[in-house]
């Protein structure tokens, strides 16, 4: 299986991009994960936040292929604790299908990508910043493995 991580903005600051990849190549080939970037839409100086989540939307859903089983990360999406990411990881690994997490940008993500969506995750009702939110996602995701494989990182 591999999880893309489907995520609006570029250029990261190196911290980010460290982070992202120390937990992203601990994870086995069985449980590739891999990140998507998708640039932002421009914003200008009048507001017009559906605009642009509309045509961020457009690049998040043409990065993601048809089979894939898509799971949104939305602040109203059910909040899963690590033994629930666990398991939900194995259900994906028996599903047999590759894996997209869709992050949307600064406004949020569309209710297109809403509606492609098979889940929707909330990683915490804080509002992280999206830089941040791809190494708790590796991370959590690292650890989720480890639960699966008895594997001693994850501590209860």
């Known amino acids: 299986m591999k999880i893309n991580l489907v995520a609006v903005g ?10 992202f990849e120390e937990y992203s190549r601990r994870l ?15 914003r200008g100086k009048t507001a017009q936040p559906e605009q642009w989540k509309k045509e961020e939307a457009g690049r998040i859903l043409a990065a993601i292929p048809d089979s894939h089983h898509v799971i949104a ?8 604790d690590t033994v629930t990411l666990s398991a939900q990881m194995q259900s994906w690994l028996t599903d047999g299908r590759d894996v997209s997490l869709m992050v949307g940008g600064p406004d949020g993500l569309d209710a297109s990508c809403l509606q492609r969506a098979d889940q929707k995750w909330s990683l915490s009702p804080l509002t992280l910043p999206h830089p941040l939110v791809r190494i708790v996602l590796s991370e959590q995701l690292y650890r989720a493995w480890t639960i699966l494989q008895n594997h001693p990182y994850h501590r209860a």
């Open 28 to 42: 086995p080939r069985e449980c590739q994960l891999q990140l998507l970037e998708i640039a932002p839409a421009k």
């Open 73 to 80: 990360l939305e602040v109203d999406g059910k909040s899963w």
């Open 10 to 19: 570029t250029k990261m600051p190196g911290w980010v991009t460290q982070g």
